[in-house]
């Protein structure tokens, strides 16, 4: 078992000990009810973890005496330039004031964020490429 599992897997433990305790004295169930939840997602993670450590094996981050370079990925490829992050920004800004000030300024960011995002997505692929 590796660092993450074992540390997910404890902290599902302590949030189901909690859970339990704080469901036992307290009269209260959405405290109990949160940690309950609480306990539940650290344990999805524990069990994907498990479940992506049983599929590919040890990682080099696992190992006590890797180096950094050994545990380094490949390094993605980044846009040079790009409009889209600025849209999405803005588009998000939008959303943010429009959640404030009213229904029209956020669907307005709506309609500045989906061409941002749609961007993002698409902005490198061509067809006919594959790509």
């Not at 404890?10 to 307290?26: D, E, H, P």
């Not at 803005?90 to 709506?110: I, K, N, P, Q, R």
Request: glycine content about 14%.
């Amino acid at each position: 078992m590796n660092a993450e599992t074992a540390l997910f897997a404890g902290v599902s433990v302590f949030f189901g000990a909690s859970a339990t305790v704080y469901g036992w004295f307290s009269a209260e169930p959405a405290g109990t009810a949160a940690l309950a939840v609480a306990c539940l997602m650290s344990a999805l993670v524990a069990f994907f973890l498990v479940r992506q450590h049983a599929k590919t094996g040890s990682l080099p981050q696992d190992q006590k005496g890797a180096a950094v370079h050994e545990t380094t990925g490949p390094v993605d490829f980044f846009p040079p330039r790009s409009g889209f992050p600025v849209l999405t920004a803005l588009g998000t800004a939008l959303l943010a004031l429009g959640l404030v000030y009213g229904l029209w300024l956020f669907l307005l960011g709506v309609g500045v964020i989906a061409p941002g995002i749609g961007g993002f997505v698409f902005q490198y692929g061509r067809r006919g490429t594959g790509s």
